[in-house]
């Protein structure tokens, strides 16, 4: 698990961690998907493999033991392209690069969530062609 310091930029892009995810990882609710989304980047960034799951809708959830934390993988930035919010449900596209091994990767997905009690999960992806 990585340790941010209170005042180091989010690894979403926000300017202040704390201000930023840190508060839904230390337990508020995201308002929104794309927030949720932005929260659950910075948590596979920082290894928090618990509020991944945590936030994953239970229908759709992988079990633990395959969303062990890569240290291998370093992500390098996170690019949303669209939040299509619709009532309690919506989708968020978005662009994160990394690398493995010293190659560069770039992950584009279209993310489904839902919204029950109050509170948004991520059901699942697709991934549009490059062009």
Not at 28 to 44: F, G, I, K, N, V
Not at 59 to 71: G, S
Not at 104 to 111: C, D, K, N, T, Y
Not at 117 to 130: A, H, L
Request: positive net charge; proline residues 5%; hydrophobic residues 35%.
């Amino acid at each position: 698990m990585v340790i941010i310091e209170k005042k180091t930029a989010c690894p979403c892009g926000g300017t202040n961690y704390t201000q930023c995810c840190g508060r839904f990882h230390g337990g508020t609710l995201p308002d929104t998907a794309e927030q949720l989304m932005r929260s659950r980047y910075s948590a596979y960034v920082m290894g928090l493999m618990d509020y991944v799951r945590q936030t994953w809708y239970p229908r759709t959830q992988p079990a633990q033991d395959e969303l062990a934390h890569d240290a291998a993988t370093k992500w390098l930035g996170l690019e949303v392209k669209k939040h299509v919010p619709m009532g309690d449900e919506a989708t968020v596209e978005f662009v994160a690069r990394y690398k493995v091994g010293g190659r560069a990767h770039r992950l584009h997905e279209v993310s489904r969530f839902v919204r029950e009690d109050g509170k948004w999960f991520y059901v699942n992806g697709s991934f549009p062609e490059r062009k």
